[in-house]
């Protein structure tokens, strides 16, 4: 049995070094011996490193742990992961009339069992501060090194599966032959492929040479599976949305190819067609909703720009031009985006100008001989828009004055780090906030708070925020050296987790892009 502390000692390790390679290593090492002592313990010793909790939030404050750390504590380490995974689970399953208070009850038996470093660990994984660079990309690296399965092998595995700690598993357990199993599926959605930044259409020419031009959609990433009259829609964090998107399900549900795999997104259209902002469109999603009636307040189209699986063979390692020309066989013209292959730059200008007439955000430019990299930000997918957005998290926020006294207001904004984990904070800003958003944003930083001072709440990094800013600046005030001038909010990304998050090692690109144009003007 693998015991708590030989994750709390891992996590140190990976806790104490920026080198990447010794974070991997710290890992691979404890989930090795994971594996050597109960094949079972895997998938938590995966989840605990990467900050998650299988169960997900249990209902328990920070507050509340911070008050439990201490409070009794065992003289020596003895909990096992299982145990501890056991008792977390009974914790987020209680319900009912006084759960709060047994809630706290069970926790608080089982910190008694834990030492003060132990307890330190789980305060940090339920509180949600772990994010301390085991994060996918390492945890990946860890787990082939730890298997001795290439990590081209895990990583593939994992983007079908959508759970890394089951590919670790089996790597662990049986090896590379294992993993064949995790491969795409109808009716297991699966980490859709993501999109770098271009600055312009030239840009995107530059890097990628003949391209596919697609409109981008400020839309909601969607993903279909047809199964003969079986139709099933996820968003992009894998969430099933079937029954709230019945237009979607009726147009691919009249289809002839009696078994697709469909990437693509949805848009809500006012009068005339007209394309709704993101945030319009979301309404779409909510939880308790009159279905009838907001499809005839808003209607939603659907424009698919790839396909993954089609009448019993998986396409996604064909190239890119391959598979588009295989939706477009298996789809009418109303449901495919609108496509342009050029090399030619007054050609994709014109697209790209086109669609922004259209109201469309820009476009996306693809790597036409690339295959479907599921789960991926590589530089195979660029976008183009007109505004310069990132994506960023919120860290912390400050209570605002004047008339914003009593909310939460300037954010601080951080980009991920993928290499050594966590988030380097870029810069603050209090604009492109309606009072909605304010109440809204006040209520969701609260609930994840995890402490304060006189001005400012810090909070777990768990909300994606799409900053648009006019560029990037040096800076010596943040860490990361660079920061962004005139950000304001565009809009908060419910559909996108913290991990799909703009990385450090983008925006200096993109900085480097700015001062490189600079320089030759």
Known sequence: MTRLSDLVDAAAAVARTSSRLAKRDAIAACLRAAGADDADEVPIAVAFLSGELPTGRIGVGYATLSDLRGAGEAAAPALTLREVASALAAIAATSGAGSALLRVQQLKQLFERATRAEQDFLVRLIGGELRQGALEGVMIEAVAKASSVSEAEVRRAAMFAGDLGAVAQAALAHGAPALARFSVALER????????????????????????????????????????????????????????????????????????????????????????????????????????????ELPLTALFFDCMFRDGRALVDLPQQERFALLAEALPAQLVVPHLVTSQLAAAEAFYQDALARGHEGVMAKAIDAPYESGRRGAAWLKVKRTLT???????????????????????????????????????????MTDELLQWQTRELAQREVRRDAYTVYVRPELVVEIAY?????????????????????GYRPDKLPEDADTIETVRRLYAEQLARAEAS
């Open 390 to 432: 990132l994506d960023l998290v919120v860290l912390a926020a400050e209570w605002g004055s004047g008339r914003r006294r009593g909310w939460l207001s300037n954010l601080h904004l951080g980009a991920r780090d993928a290499d050594a984990g966590g988030f380097v904070m870029l810069g603050k800003t209090f604009k492109g």
């Open 189 to 296: 959605a699966v980490q859709p492929m993501l999109a770098q930044s271009a600055q312009d259409v030239a840009d995107a020419l530059a890097r990628l040479g003949t391209a596919a031009f697609e409109w981008k959609l400020d839309g909601a990433r969607v993903q279909v599976h047809k199964a003969g009259e079986r139709v099933r829609v996820f968003t992009r964090r894998l969430n099933e949305v079937t029954k709230a998107v019945p237009e979607i399900v009726e147009a691919v549900r009249a289809l002839g190819s009696h078994e697709l795999i469909l990437d693509g997104e949805t848009i809500a259209v006012g009068p005339g067609g007209a394309p709704q902002p993101f945030q319009v469109t979301m309404r779409r999603f909510g939880r308790k909703l009159d279905v009838d009636a907001m499809r005839a």
């Open 470 to 490: 006019n560029d990037l600046q040096a800076s010596s005030q943040y860490p990361g050296g660079l920061a962004l001038r005139f950000a304001r909010v565009k």
